[in-house]
């Protein structure tokens, strides 16, 4: 079954909290759910307790879709990794749940604004089997512990960023680790999704679904700007308002079962949510039908 989510990143921002700081946590998901979305993905200002989660997301018919959680498991073994997540997993497990996202941030630079995306981190050849490792053991605790699929969410600005980056990690990382396939992202990257989504097909548990703006891609690219930069001036929007040949992609992931969800990170200023909200989710849900999925 498909279910179409959103993440709040296009209301409020976590990496720059004063993007979309003064929106209500009530506002956005009032807004998300009456674009049509039935689900939600955490963000900053979300209680992190079941018990006061719950109650706020039921009370705007929402399910929550999961969350982000940063590893450090090229500083930390995967026992002290699976420790540090004990909250975000619980909280999750506890709101019925099925994945786990995560991405390597200790050494990531896509929340710093003084550094343009070329000083992203690059791993050195010999630091990718024990990362692979170290990843594989980790997914393979959340799922005994909390009965969590992990998803790894390839991203600007980290050690996952380029369609090399993300097949050498799925090479060196067991059957335990899944893949996030995040259309933006991976466009950005240099990274074609279509071929991520038939490659990697029986590992992918998860898809988020963000547009990117071509010219200003490349404005970005040319000029050398950070990732922040580049989200502020709309490198990002939602389906069906950029390059992304949607359609193929997700025609490539028929069989798959699980949330798809609209993350488009935009200045909420420029970018009203009140309008991107339905247009993404009506986009995607037209793509979708059109591939086959719905």
């Known amino acids: 079954m498909i279910r179409i ?5 296009g209301w409020s921002n976590d990496d720059m ?45 929402h399910s929550l879709v999961g969350g982000w959680y940063s590893t450090e498991l090229l500083t930390r073994t995967s026992a002290q990794e699976l420790k540090a997540a004990k909250d975000h997993a619980t909280l999750l ?20 604004r003084k550094l343009p995306l070329s000083a992203r981190p690059v791993l050195e050849k010999k630091a990718w089997n024990q990362f692979g490792e170290r990843y594989t053991q980790f997914a393979q605790a959340i799922r005994d512990t909390y009965g969590l699929q992990l998803v790894y969410h390839h991203h600007m600005g980290t050690c996952v960023q380029t369609e090399a980056d993300i097949d050498r990690f799925m090479e060196v990382t ?9 259309t933006g992202h991976a466009t950005w990257g240099g990274a074609d999704p279509l071929r991520l989504a038939r490659h990697y097909k029986a590992r992918i548990g998860h898809i988020h679904c963000k547009d990117v703006r071509e010219a200003m891609m490349w404005r970005s690219n040319r000029e050398d700007w950070s990732f922040l930069d580049s989200v502020l001036a709309g490198v990002y929007t939602v389906p069906g308002d950029g390059m992304v ?10 069989g798959y079962s699980g949330w798809v969800v609209v993350e488009a990170e935009q200045d909420p200023k420029v970018a009203d949510p009140a309008h991107y909200a339905p247009l993404g989710y009506n986009n995607l849900r037209w793509f979708l039908g059109e591939a086959g999925m719905l």
């Open 17 to 61: 909290t004063e993007i979309g700081g003064d929106i209500p946590l009530e506002t956005c998901l009032s807004q998300a759910r009456a674009a049509g979305f039935e689900g939600m993905e955490l963000g900053n200002k979300f209680p992190r307790k079941a018990a006061a989660l719950r109650p706020i997301l039921d009370a705007h018919g």
């Open 245 to 254: 040949d949607y359609v193929p992609v997700l025609r490539a992931m028929q």
């Open 174 to 182: 067991g059957d335990a680790v899944g893949l996030l396939l995040d």
């Open 93 to 112: 497990r506890d709101m019925g749940c099925t994945v786990f996202i995560a991405a390597e941030t200790s050494n990531a630079i896509h929340s710093n």
């Open 5 to 9: 989510g959103a993440n709040p990143i």
